[in-house]
């Protein structure tokens, strides 16, 4: 199928961007590596009247940090971020979960501030934003404003962004001393979806014990899932198989996953579990050492 008809523009920088979309209003649509765009359009399951390509926006492509926040531009390919030693050395969590994107075509192409609006609750850097509770700074040509990752998902490919809004910069906070990670999923093929994901950063004491910990899950709900029980239960404890049980029970009767012709909710909640006890124990043994 051919995508309906659209005026095409081809923004010099972010002022005349948000200009473009400030004037088209809900007709406009940015396109960045546009791979869940473009198919959408062809299908005809999106006629946008105005098509932004912000590919010449070179200032949102970066990767910087000051001492307590990575920074990366939305137009950031994913690859870029993916081989970053800056990226893995101070969120290494973002460097494991991006290795899952699609495949190599894919990151080569797609941008992280794409996958992100897009939003679908199975995707890995929804999740991880989530996870390392990460903000979103949103520009219109009024203002800019921040955005917390709980508060930027609303439901099913649908974030707290207006029509004249768009995605500039990513911000994650850097978690510092003896600090581990982990990031799991199952999908049928490589490069697919995940049916389920899991996602878990952590910080031990000088005991071995959790001082910190954040635990969400993907592919469960109709926006990435933040266990907040988890910092309760595991506070001022170490990772035993009693604890780990603990948590992977609570996660099961917390989601409430939708069946569909890839897997069923059942099966999809017994995913939860076994991915939430696999994150648990790998992200303690990273921060041990």
Not at 110 to 121: E, K, L, Q, R, Y
């Amino acid at each position: 199928m051919k995508p309906a008809k659209f005026d095409y523009y081809r923004p010099k920088d972010v002022s005349e961007a948000l200009s473009l979309l400030e004037s088209s209003g809900f007709d406009g649509k940015i396109i960045a590596g546009g791979q869940s765009l473009v198919p959408i359009m062809n299908m005809r399951l999106a006629t946008p009247q105005c098509l932004i390509d912000i590919n010449s926006l070179h200032d949102l492509n970066f990767i910087d940090s000051d001492d307590q926040t990575l920074k990366i531009g939305t137009m950031t390919r994913q690859n870029t971020v993916e081989t970053s030693e800056l990226v893995k050395s101070q969120c290494g969590l973002v460097t494991e979960a991006v290795a899952h994107i699609g495949h190599l075509q894919t990151r080569n192409r797609g941008t992280i501030g794409g996958s992100i609006v897009h939003a679908d609750p199975s995707a890995e850097l929804p999740l991880v934003l989530m996870a390392l509770n990460g903000t979103l700074h949103i520009s219109s040509e009024e203002e800019t404003r921040t955005v917390k990752a709980e508060d930027f998902f609303l439901t099913f490919l649908t974030t707290d962004m207006m029509p004249n809004e768009m995605l500039t910069e990513i911000h994650l906070p850097i978690w510092k001393g003896r600090v581990g990670s982990s990031f799991q999923e199952v999908a049928r093929r490589h490069g697919d979806f995940a049916l389920v994901a899991a996602a878990c950063q952590l910080e031990l004491d000088a005991h071995d014990k959790i001082s910190d910990i954040r635990l969400a899950l993907g592919g469960v709900e109709a926006i990435p899932l933040l266990i907040e029980d988890a910092k309760e239960l595991l506070a001022g404890e170490k990772i035993t198989d009693q604890a780990v049980q603990k948590i992977a029970e609570l996660v099961g009767s917390s989601v409430e996953p939708e069946s569909d012709l890839h897997a069923s909710a059942t099966y999809r909640t017994q995913l939860a579990k076994v991915l939430t006890a696999r994150v648990l124990y790998q992200a303690y043994e990273r921060a041990k050492g």
